[in-house]
């Protein structure tokens, strides 16, 4: 697909007329197709009948290279012409630089991977700005049954829509999803073995990149987040995490380790000053978590900072930097290396709600006690441990959600 990318925007040259629509003319969609050897079949025959291919747009393959270098930077229309972007010329000399632009353009590429016509509109293709990212995280985290994948492009857009044909809609899913794998072969992202999807170490590369994390060798914090005001025991996490992240990731980070659902309001608190996502809502100065980096908020080794989740239970979290180690060969990061203490339940009233459960749950005899394990979920009280701190289950969460 770098090739066909290069190849297109050469071809594009000084500039090339467009149709009144604005897509490519005929006679240019021919010479392509045969430049580009992108399988497309002009003026098709089923049987004995000839249909005439009366737009580019019904060249599916050679639309998705106009549109892929259109979403990479490397051409653009102006007044009715396909022009090449002067900026970008770079690239084309440049084999990895192209790649990765062509790499990153996929975020913008639904609506060319699974067009919309009369009978069909693709789910993928509609939610895969929700979509991409989420497949994209699972194949970060190692090898990935491709029905998995399959299953979570469902399970992501399928709650948006009333169907009268679930089923249908359902393999018409999966289609979309095998062919947006078989783009990503073509592109050198994915290799697929047998059953399983895998990033390529290129993918890898652009994607830790992208994410601000450590390559091996290069600088990783070790930083341990305790509750405050937490005892019998002390709530706390080690992870070893990389420093060019956002807080914002951070706070995904966190939430995963600790074993919050990540459904309140968070803020972080460092220097006296408070970071978090701006909104017209809040009454308060606060900086975009988004756009700060953890370097920024912890330079040093024993620099600390403040983490509130749930600004009305408000619980809160020391974060320490320990120690500056270096990134491993081979290894993904966040790490979750140890803790301890089990995840207070969401809205159970802040510290002094959590005392009051744990209470409850300790006597049998207590008026509230049945309905406290109900409220929990728990078949008995027996069931929650404040000292078990399912280390296993914050790894999976934490692979699932980074």
């Not at 089923?46 to 490397?74: C, H, M, Q, Y």
């Not at 693709?122 to 990212?133: K, Q, R, Y």
């Not at 390559?215 to 509750?227: D, F, H, K, M, S």
């Amino acid at each position: 697909m770098r090739e066909e990318l290069r190849a297109f925007t050469e071809w594009v040259g000084a500039g090339r007329k467009l149709t009144q629509t604005g897509n490519l003319t005929l006679s240019d969609a021919r010479a392509l197709v045969a430049l580009l050897q992108t399988g497309d079949e002009i003026d098709p025959k089923i049987g004995d009948r000839g249909f005439r291919t009366k737009s580019s747009t019904e060249l599916p393959e050679l639309n998705l290279i106009v549109e892929w270098a259109k979403a990479a930077g490397l051409v653009r229309v102006v007044k009715g012409r396909l022009l090449p972007v002067k900026k970008a010329a770079p690239l084309l000399k440049d084999p990895e630089r192209l790649w990765e632009a062509a790499f990153t353009a996929l975020e913008k590429m639904g609506e060319a991977l699974f067009p919309r016509n009369y009978w069909y509109a693709s789910l993928v293709g509609e939610e895969f700005a929700l979509i991409w990212p989420a497949l994209l995280r699972r194949l970060y985290g190692g090898p990935v049954p491709v029905s998995d994948l399959r299953e979570l492009a469902w399970e992501i857009a399928s709650p948006y829509y009333e169907m009268h044909d679930p089923q249908a809609q359902r393999r018409m899913t999966d289609h979309d999803i095998d062919r947006l794998l078989t783009v990503l072969v073509r592109l050198g992202a994915v290799e697929l073995t047998e059953e399983t999807a895998i990033l390529t170490p290129v993918a890898v590369n652009a994607v830790r990149r992208s994410r601000g994390e450590a390559a091996p060798g290069e600088p990783i914090y070790q930083i341990r987040v305790t509750l405050q005001e937490s005892a019998d025991p002390v709530i706390w996490r080690r992870l070893l995490i990389s420093p060019g992240i956002t807080i914002d990731r951070l706070h995904h980070i966190l939430a995963a380790a600790m074993g919050w659902e990540d459904c309140h309001l968070h803020l972080f608190t460092a220097g006296g000053v408070l970071y978090g996502k701006p909104s017209a809502e809040w009454d308060l100065n606060v900086v975009d978590e988004r756009r700060t980096s953890l370097t920024e908020v912890l330079p040093q080794a024993g620099a600390a900072i403040e983490y509130e989740y749930d600004l009305g239970d408000s619980w809160r979290h020391d974060i320490v930097l320990e120690e500056i180690l270096t990134a491993e060969e081979g290894v993904r990061y966040p790490v979750l290396v140890d803790g301890m203490g089990a995840c207070p339940p969401e809205d159970v009233g802040g510290v002094g709600g959590y005392a009051y459960f744990r209470l409850v749950l300790a006597n049998p005899e207590h008026d509230e006690h049945d309905d406290y394990v109900r409220w929990a979920g728990l078949e008995s009280a027996q069931e929650f441990d404040p000292a078990r701190f399912a280390v296993a289950a914050a790894r999976r969460a934490l692979a699932s959600g980074r």
